[in-house]
Nanobody
Framework: QVQLVESGGGLVQAGGSLRLSCAASGRTFSIYAMGWFRQAPGKEREFVAVITWSGGNTYYADSVKGRFTFSRDNAKNTVYLQMNSLKPEDTAVYYC????????????WGQGTQVTVSS
């Protein structure tokens, strides 16, 4: 089992920044990659970014590329999503998730943290 706890959400004006954190516990040695997803009201959940747990390789959705940075601190079993130049359309509940095998579904999910960007 892997437990994930997100933090760092909040209210920010357009153009501002926030940093989300996701702390992992439990069988973290089994994690292959960590992902961030988001879900806006009335919309389906969408992929934001992914990072491999050991190599730190990242991949971003086009909508956030150049504005968001995904990083990890393996010593703390924590990943971070630095979000800059935020836009109102970034408003959503953000979830982190853990993937145990490449190409597999995400096996574990956090409870989510709300990000609201005002115009």
């Amino acid at each position: 089992q892997v437990q994930l706890v997100e933090s760092g959400g909040g209210l920010v004006q357009a153009g501002g920044s926030l940093r989300l954190s996701c702390a992992a516990s439990g069988r973290t040695f089994s994690i292959y990659a960590m992902g961030w997803f988001r879900q806006a009201p009335g919309k389906e959940r969408e992929f934001v970014a992914v990072i491999t747990w050991s190599g730190g390789n990242t991949y971003y959705a086009d909508s956030v590329k150049g504005r968001f940075t995904f990083s990890r601190d393996n010593a703390k079993n924590t990943v971070y999503l630095q979000m800059n130049s935020l836009k109102p359309e970034d408003t959503a509940v953000y979830y982190c998730a853990a993937q145990l095998r490449p190409g597999h579904v995400y096996d574990y999910w956090g409870q989510g943290t709300q990000v609201t960007v005002s115009s």
